[in-house]
């Protein structure tokens, strides 16, 4: 796989602190937290996201603005509809992912295309477990909001402690009326 070795690869989540639940029976995830939210367009803006067909089709079919969409799926026919084409690639592999986005990221700093404020190159892995599963090995950092929710639900985010990831970059607790929670960031 050819890889930029200036482009961080990232992964992004809200977790269940205890059980690393990220999902809910039936798909969704299991909170509402709209600093979470804005937590979450704040850091991927301007860069590409990497996404499972399923976690994809939970957007609506409908890109989020600032941010090239890259979707896998094991489904060769999978379409998107040509209005959104230039904002949305469909891939088969997570090499494949990275390998695409890592061009993506590449260009679109030289053609300066995103208004991001966080300008270091960097691609971001937003879910779901599979693919989360799939990427871990290739990530650098974790970008995790541990939500204080003590669910154990279905759909979990993979066991990141056991791969290295122990650096503490960022830590910043913070609640709303339902939940406390800690917005950190991690590195091996």
């Known amino acids: ?32 937290i709209p600093e979470d939210f804005l937590h979450f367009k704040k850091t ?10 399923t976690t994809w089709e939970e957007f609506g079919g409908k890109p989020l603005p600032g941010r090239h969409h890259i979707v896998i799926t094991r489904q060769t026919d999978y379409k ?11 891939v ?9 986005a890592s061009e993506i990221e590449n260009n679109s700093h030289k053609e300066n295309k995103f ?10 892995v937003i879910g779901g477990a599979q693919i989360y599963e799939l990427a871990l090995p290739y ?5 995790l909001t541990l939500v ?12 990141y402690e056991t791969a290295s990831f122990t650096k503490i970059i960022f830590s910043r607790k913070s609640r709303d009326e339902n939940f406390r929670y800690e917005f950190l960031v991690l590195e091996k």
């Open 1 to 32: 796989m050819n890889l930029n070795q200036n482009i961080k690869i990232s992964l992004i989540s809200a977790i269940d602190r205890e059980s690393h639940t990220i999902g809910k029976e039936g798909g969704g995830l299991p909170w509402k």
């Open 44 to 53: 991927t803006m301007g860069h590409p996201i990497i996404m499972g067909r």
């Open 80 to 90: 998107i509809a040509d209005e959104i084409s230039d904002r949305v690639s469909v």
């Open 92 to 100: 088969t592999s997570i090499e494949k992912s990275l390998e695409l």
């Open 115 to 124: 208004s991001g404020e966080n300008k270091e190159k960097e691609i971001f």
């Open 139 to 143: 990530a650098n950092r974790l970008y």
């Open 148 to 159: 204080d929710a003590h669910l154990d639900g279905p759909v979990k985010f993979p066991d």
